[in-house]
């Protein structure tokens, strides 16, 4: 019995924008057992693997790291994971152990295919899916909204723009209701693949890369005549158009999709300025039929995905407006940025007070911070007693490997927003960078 | 109470390659109830709306049909439907009447604001899937794919395309097997979008453009450099690629995804050499077990779409091969080029006999064969004795307008296929353009 980790990012097809991230799939080491075979695009941040797996539990000898040969600064391509070198290594590495779980971050029809090339495709929960073509539409923005429509799922105000005619169109009567407009890439997260419009000036730009003034439908036309090439990713893909809420706040609610059902995971606060910056998790304060709306919405739209044959994890996105609407934005279908966070580090680092005595602020590395590896990190934060500490379950706990060049990305577990947030303006004085170094 | 009937085709956004289609949507003639207003692109021809409706019993006089503004050779486009002029006709001919139902032939977010212009989104059955971009999902190539893969329906061995790159691993994994392979278009019907690749010369292509010979991987990264921008519509779609079976035979099952469900309505094999000449209905001297693999493997996927959202008809296609594996090839989610044929001619024309002790040939207008108009080819018809007679249950009976040019599509209702396609050598005789005209 044998597990194998698959630390892949958003496929190529989908997303060429990303650039490196090595680092950032490592998070991959949270999810390991003993005995698991973990996948990687570059050779693992030990340092990083020793932290997690001294909190985890998990024996690091017992672990075995597979690199693909073929590129220590790219993805696990469909070149990489099909590599003869590297399926040799992989079936080495299992052994005569029987393959009883292929987990991966991002549900990459390449990922069926190793499945396949290791004689488990059953290993892998919602293989048919995945092998045809399933990944994309389980993290589409222009599905989103089809299935959305289809459940009844509130969404804001808007349309799949279909043809520039068809957002034209839209953006135009959107417009009209005195109220700007968010144009969404069909794929691109975190708010980079969002721009908002607006008739008027003085917009600020929360979760969307800018602001763009278009005072009537010739400036509107003007706009997507600019941007409709970036929009769809060269023709690749339907982009939305929405209703911008200004002043709203975004939540995220997460489930685990299996052969038995759709079962709510986790929950948390989206924190943008104007991307996004950090997660609070669980959610805090929200009035009782607001987080209903949540759950139950999200629920539903799992549900779609579901009966469509996905399989794993799957987190929707909703804001909640300042007269406490909740529209939902999209769904993720894949491990998130969140999984990994309130999984394990609230539900078996913190453990069973996760979510009642303690909460979790999690934090995007700040502008400006710096330090020299993930030890760097770790003994300054030790030394300056604000890491986390079993005993009291609070401080602060790195999330992932050094991110090559500036910092960690690291959350605090406090009994609430208040302190994390003071322990938080702590931490600038021990990491931001000095003029002087 | 009313209904609208919207004689819509394809989107333009899917599909730019048909041309005018004024005459194809006429067939929404044989959909009239009494007091039904039809939406048509052109003026209706009224020989064939005059033939139809003394078939179905309908009083032509309680129609009302409205043409929008705007181009009498182009679509119902989402401007046309749209225009002021048309909306005010519209509502006109409505009245004070509530709308109960809409009906379109396609599933079009154009259709879905009529019905929110006419005040009436829940007469359209499914109205938010189709008004967040869901139509095209119901006729794409690559969703039916996943959504196979995802309840584990057969297909054809291969994948969805999602990169270049990806369609020449799968071509050259499946042509090392021996068998050609097919390369589809997500969106184009009737074996336009598809071609057939072989490693060796002679592959006569059924259902498909043309066979092209690919003897190595460079001349399949070769072909794939030359057609992708055509097999993926200009980089908006992805393609599929799968085993080419040779020596198949194709069938057809429909049904009706409704809220209470998914209903088998029709089924029948559909002929090509290599486009689709014609069908059979309902499918005539299948084993029971090949059918109940066609009539369950349509129906999970149509309970895939009914859980998404989709209300109205789909038609699932699927190949039977030399060996009578059951494989499925494509979804429609419309009405389908044999809902009238099956729906109207076949259960009311006819009646109850239909499928029992009467089975009809459909026919599409061959080559070389020439009338004037509508009335041209029924006098004709008339004259020789060929036409449909309610007596005999037994006959020609024309199924749309006449095409502008050639001719009209006909079927043949007959006691078994021998005696079908002996009459229809028969209509040569009558129809064939002679040289001296």
Request: some cysteine; overall charge negative.
């Given at each position: 019995m044998t597990r194998v980790l698959v630390g892949n990012d958003f496929s190529e097809d989908v997303r060429t924008?990303?650039?490196?991230t090595g680092w950032w799939v490592q998070?991959?080491?949270?999810?390991a057992a003993d005995g698991d075979v973990l996948v990687l695009?570059?050779?693992?941040?030990e340092d990083f693997l020793a932290y997690v797996t001294a909190l985890t539990g998990?024996?690091?000898?017992s672990l075995t790291v597979v690199v693909p040969p073929g590129?220590?600064?790219?993805?696990?391509?469909p070149g990489r994971l099909a590599d003869p070198a590297f399926l040799a290594e992989l079936r080495s590495a299992v052994g005569?152990?029987?393959?009883?779980e292929i987990f991966s971050l991002w549900p990459d029809a390449t990922v069926a295919r190793l499945a396949r090339a290791l004689g488990a495709?059953?290993?892998?929960?919602?293989h048919g899916f995945v092998d045809q073509g399933g990944g994309p539409l389980t993290n589409s923005k222009s599905l989103f909204r089809t299935l959305a429509g289809g459940a009844g799922v509130p969404v804001p105000?808007?349309?799949?723009?279909?043809?520039k005619e068809v957002a034209e169109t839209v953006i135009v009567e959107l417009l009209a209701g005195g109220e700007p407009v968010m144009v969404k890439h069909d794929f691109l997260s975190g708010g980079h693949g969002n721009e908002i419009l607006s008739t008027t000036d003085g917009i600020r730009p929360i979760g969307a890369r800018r602001a763009v003034t278009v005072p009537d439908r010739a400036a509107v036309r003007a706009y997507l005549d600019e941007r409709w090439e970036w929009l769809t990713g060269g023709g690749r893909s339907r982009p939305v158009v929405e209703q911008y809420h200004r002043d709203s706040s975004a939540y995220f609610t997460e489930y685990r999709i299996s052969d038995e059902g759709v079962e709510l995971t986790g929950d948390g606060e989206l924190l943008s300025?104007?991307?996004?910056?950090g997660q609070v998790m669980?959610?805090?304060?929200?009035e009782p039929e607001v987080m209903r709306a949540l759950v139950d919405g999200g629920r539903e739209l799992c549900e779609s995905l579901h009966a469509m044959g996905y399989r794993g994890m799957c987190a929707t996105d909703a804001i909640v407006t300042p007269r406490r609407e909740v529209l939902f934005t999209e769904y993720n279908g894949?491990?998130?940025?969140?999984t990994h966070i309130y999984?394990?580090?609230?539900?078996?680092?913190?453990?069973?007070?996760?979510?009642t005595d303690r909460i979790i602020l999690e934090r995007v590395w700040p502008e400006g911070w710096s330090v020299d590896s993930f030890t760097d990190a770790l003994e300054r934060l030790t030394a300056a007693g604000h890491a986390y500490d079993p005993a009291t379950r609070t401080g602060v706990l790195f999330?992932?490997?050094?991110?090559?060049?500036h910092g960690v990305m690291y959350c605090i577990a406090a009994p609430d927003l208040n302190t994390a947030w003071s322990l938080d303006r702590q931490l600038g004085s021990l990491f931001a960078r000095k003029s002087t170094r």
């Open positions: 924008d990303r650039g490196w998070r991959l080491a949270w999810f695009p570059a050779a693992v941040d998990v024996d690091r000898a590129g220590e600064d790219s993805m696990l391509t005569d152990r029987p393959v009883t495709p059953s290993a892998l929960a919602g105000a808007g349309a799949v723009a279909t043809s300025a104007p991307y996004a910056v669980p959610c805090v304060g929200l894949r491990i998130t940025g969140s999984g394990v580090l609230g539900k078996k680092i913190i453990g069973d007070g996760y979510g999330t992932n490997a050094f991110d090559g060049s």
